[in-house]
Structure formats: structure tokens, C-alpha cells
């Protein structure tokens, strides 16, 4: 008899049926609940070796090549349960995948969302394709790029992508399997820039955009993408062909004398809302979305590409359901990559006046589903601050307050009026790019008065177009927040350029060799502003409540000091500019 076992009311059968035919997976960094912590799913992007380190160094001697000591990530990248294998819980965007394959008319027992530690439980000679979801596979992502020093070391992410490949390329070896290995997800991109790892992780293709880093959205004709991919229909190049809806290109690269050929898909799938499938098992930190696209239309971003598109609220409900009785989520955190545009009319809204009505009616429904706490995942200052009544009335529905603050990623980019005028006038809409400075005071004054805490990025070497007093005015901005705001609450993370988006042809900023002393200063002033304001006066208010919040806090407070160090040492090793803008800082800016 064929061993069963049941994942949430549906039975698999694993022996004597064979292994399914779609397996999809993601690595451990994507598979962690981070113990509730929302700032803590960044530390994916934390160093973990440092493949040069001195052997006869005081740190190897204590650490080897271990950067970020392992105990410590593995304490914060907590493992996320399983059920005979399968994954409990999995990332928004696999969920997707998996709801439009079921409902396309494949069979329960042939697709599995299947857990890192047990994916080759699940691979055989009757699995066809194996799916891995990718956001930073190798490291090149602006956050990661900027704790690696442009890729010198190696951060988690990159390390669990090449483990999760080497199994799976091991356990296709071990049963004979011929599936067809495919990364998808928004992080596909960065294989076009180090070509080799499609070889060695053994994949037969690439899924990716029209543009920049932008991800297909094929779960609106799942089943169909799925059966080209089984048929062999993406197995060459077909410059005749007449089908309008994929096209398959073979790239060819070389690197150190090596010709690498990659096969690279480019799938045009913009479904409408009826054609989006609802998941049907529990995602990621209780994650939904809300709408698709942006309309801002920053240049150095790819989700802008995007059309619009907005969930109903009732479409909201029915993820927010699932997550709570097949996870017990108790939380839910809303996808978008700006809430304050939901249900705008980019016809009749010519400058980005956000829809409040809408706005409210979608929280209304969210909370009525009976979660305890609901933020959103990216916001504008621009839009919040657009009309006055927005937030208070939000912040009522959401039962925001000092105990359950709202945490919100959103774009600082630069304190400098010529690049933001220049690569993101729309982000300030309905206001101007000169009002900037004031848009900025002005939101956080307006987020912290409604229970809000922005978290924000900023953007270093934007198009490698950053000049010293650029660099400069984002300093001086963030002071002023300071001052003029003592007991404001904001994090800054100063993130380094990644060419994407409409800026897809332009060149990384590299860290690690490019950072003027005016760009350390940037990165000095943000790390020393998260340590003596967020680490110190507000960090234990947010994220999932209990004593992870206080013990990680504790961490934090240990360690944030530490960069801050090595930046006063890099500086003094660099240059006499170097340790003049450290200092400069200390004295007027501290």
C-alpha cells in the first residue's frame, strides 16, 4: 500500500504513486518566519563568509570565515514548520504559482510546495519540472550588495541558493530524474551577470521580464506555462514563431575565455483580476496582496512597469481567511508597492491624489477578518501626507496606537532635490520635487503622530550620478529630521544602486571600490542614526510581540555599534577625506 500523508485536507501519495510532477521550492532564507520580526527578513542579505580572510587574522582565529556567526542567524532564521515534508507555510508568490496550477487542472498529488530540508523526498523519475522561487540568489540585491561591499563576501542568501541547487542537482543524479530545473521570481536577473552558476547549478531555464528585473506574473496561466515547459516548447529559439505570449532566448556569455550558454524565458502574462488565482494554503508571515503595480514610475525601479491592477476587498478576504484558519495567522501583512495608490484613478487622478474611500473600505475588510494587527508592506511619504484626514481615519481602522504600531518600508532615496527631481519626480506627487525636504518632515511628523514608523531606503551611486554634495544633502536632511524631530521614529538603510528598471543598461555601483568619502559619510550617518534612535529608543514597539522582541533588541544593541567601528577604521585606512567627512559628522551632524 502507497504511504499517505495529509497536508491540510489533501492527501499525497508518495510511495507507490511515485513523486509528484511539479515540485516547488525556495531556500531557507525565503522559508523563515524570523521569529515575527519584520526587519529581521533582511538578514538573509547579512554576510555569511568572507572567502579572504586572512588565515593568520585575530577574527579567523575566532570566527574562521564566518562573518555574521552562524548561532546568530540560525537563532533569528528560524526554521518554518513542515508536514511530512511539504512547507506549512511558503512565500506569497509560490502560493500564487501553486493555486493557479490546481486550478489549471493539475492534480493535488502532482504539485507540492516542498519544505529545503526535504526536497529530495520529493524528487524521482516521474518528477517533471522543479521550480525554485528566487529573490536574491546571488547576492546582487541593493541591500545585499551593500552589506557584502559589492559581493566580496558571501551573504546567506547567496550561500542557502547554492545549497538548495547543489541538493537538487545531487538528488536528480541519485534517482535518474530528467525534471527540468526553472528559477523564476524577482531575482532572477542577476544571472545574467554571473552566467557560470546556471551551469553549475544544473537549470534548464530562466524565467524573466520584459524589462529590468520585473517578474512574469505567470500564475494567472499557470497550467499553460507549466505544460510548454513539460512539452518542450521552450527548447529553442524560434524567430518565426507566431505565438505571442513567450519567447525563448539563448544567451551566450563568456567569462574567462569560457563560452556559458543560458536559456532564458520571457513569458508576457499580464492577467486580469478574475484570472489571478486566490492561494489555498497558508503563505509567508501571513502575507496577501492587494494590488499589482505602482503608477509612480521611478526610474530605478522595476514593480513600476507594471499595470495597475487592485484586489477587491472581498478578493483580500478570502487569502486573509486562509492564512488564518490553515496557518492561525493572527497578523497579516499587506502587499503593495505603494497602499496609497489602491484604487486610484490614474485617469481622474492626475496628481496622485489617493482614494480614501477605498483605502478604508479595504482595511475595514481586512480587520474584520479578526486579525490582530495588519501593516502594510511599502508606502509613499507623498501619499500619506496627500490629504489629512487619510492616516487618522486608517490608523482607527487598523487599532493602531503606542502598543501596535504600524511599521512601513518607504523610499527616502536621496536628500538631494536634482537626483530626485531627476529619477523620481512622481514619487512626490501631488506635491513638487522642490518640496521635498518639507514632504519628508512632513510625512514622518504625520506617520509618528498616527502610530506609523517608516522604515526607509535610500539609494547610493544612483546611476552612478551622485556627486559629493549629493551625498551631502542626504546627510544634512537626515540631521535636520533629528533635530528638528528629537523624538521622531524612522530606520534608514542606505542601499547601493542596482541597475534596474528603466536604468536596466546602466552599471552597478560598486561599494566596494567606488564609495567616495561623502557616500561613507551617507552610510556612516544611517548606521549611526538606527543605533542611537531605533536600537535605543523605539525597536522593542514593533514587530510580533513577546520577548523575541526585547531578546533581539538586546542583540541589536550588543552589535549595532560595530559597524560604526569598522567604518571609523575603513576610513582611517582609505584616506585623510575619509576620516575628514567621519569626523565632520561627529561634530555637526551627530
Known sequence: ??????????????????????????????????????????????????????????????????????????????????????????????RKLEAGLLRDGFARKDVVVAHPNHIEKFIGPETEVIGTYEMDPLGMGPVTMTFTYGRKQTSYDEFYNAELHHRIKAAKARTGSKAKVISGASGTWQYNYDPAKIEEFGIYAILEGELGGIAPEIDGH?????????????????????????????????????????????????????????????????????MRGCGRGCKFCDVTLRSLRYYSPEKVKKEIEVNIKKGGSKSAWIHSDDIFVYGMDPRTAKGMEPNREALEELFTAIMSTGVEHTNPTHGTLAGAIADEKLLPNLSRIMKAGPDNMIGVQAGFETGSLRLIGKYADRKLAPYDPSEWHWVVKEGVKSMNENYWIPAFTLIMGLDNDETPEDSWDTIRLLSELEHEQPDSMFTATALTFVPIGLLETSNFFNIGNEMTPAQLGVLYKTWQHNFKYAIQKFMTKTGAKGPQRYFFNAIARSLGGVPLGAMEKYARRKSPEHEKVIETIKAKYW
Not at 63 to 77: A, E, H, M, S, W
Open 1 to 94: 500500500l502507497p504511504v499517505r500523508f495529509k497536508i491540510n485536507r489533501q492527501i499525497f501519495c508518495v510511495k507507490g504513486m511515485g513523486t509528484p510532477k511539479i515540485v516547488l521550492t525556495a531556500d531557507r532564507t525565503l522559508m523563515s518566519p524570523y521569529r515575527g520580526l519584520s526587519l529581521a527578513t533582511f538578514f538573509g542579505c547579512a554576510p555569511a563568509l568572507d572567502p579572504n580572510r586572512d588565515p593568520k587574522s585575530f577574527w579567523y582565529k575566532i570566527l574562521g570565515k564566518q562573518v555574521t556567526p552562524k548561532v546568530l542567524f540560525d537563532f533569528i532564521c528560524n526554521w518554518s514548520p513542515d508536514i511530512n515534508g511539504a512547507a506549512k507555510y511558503a512565500p506569497y508568490g509560490l
Open 222 to 290: 499557470a497550467g499553460r506555462f507549466f505544460n510548454y515547459l513539460i512539452n518542450g516548447d521552450f527548447e529553442n529559439m524560434d524567430p518565426f514563431r507566431k505565438r505571442s505570449d513567450f519567447k525563448v532566448n539563448i544567451k551566450e556569455f563568456e567569462r574567462e575565455g569560457k563560452k556559458i550558454h543560458g536559456r532564458f524565458v520571457n513569458f508576457w502574462d499580464r492577467p486580469d483580476l478574475e484570472e489571478i488565482p486566490d492561494i489555498v494554503e497558508p503563505s509567508m508571515h501571513g502575507m496577501v496582496e492587494v
